[in-house]
């Protein structure tokens, strides 16, 4: 079991910037990947932005050049530092723990509770 629990979402306005965190726990040995995914009012749930073990890390197109993913291990703790804020990143952002493999592919098991982010237009 994993645990995730994130936090550092709030009121920005555009043009500002945000640092989500996400502190990971439990038997983080089975985690292969980290993401970050968001769901904005009425919408589906998307991917935003990924970072494996290994280190290698993924941006969906329009978030590219202005989110970062990282991961501070000695913390258990993946981030997103979020800058530029538009108007459109308005949603409730999720941390998630990939348990796949490279040939099952993604299985994004665990969860967090979410953290709103609200950008003001």
């Known amino acids: 079991q994993v645990q995730l629990v994130e936090s550092g979402g709030g009121l920005v306005q555009t043009g500002g910037s945000l640092r989500l965190s996400c502190a990971a726990s439990?038997?983080?040995?089975?985690?292969?990947?980290m993401g970050w995914f968001r769901q904005a009012p009425g919408k589906q749930r998307d991917l935003v932005a990924t970072?494996?073990?290994?280190?290698?890390?993924f941006y969906v197109d329009s978030v590219k050049g202005r989110f970062t993913i990282s991961r501070d291990d000695t913390k258990n703790t993946v981030y997103l530092q979020m800058n530029g804020l538009k108007a459109e990143d308005t949603a409730v952002y999720y941390c998630a723990a990939d348990t796949g493999t490279i040939y099952s592919g993604a299985r994004w098991e665990y969860w967090g509770q979410g953290t709103q982010v609200t950008v003001s237009s």
């Open positions: 970072i494996t073990k290994g280190g290698s890390t």
């Open positions: 439990g038997t983080i040995f089975r985690v292969r990947a």
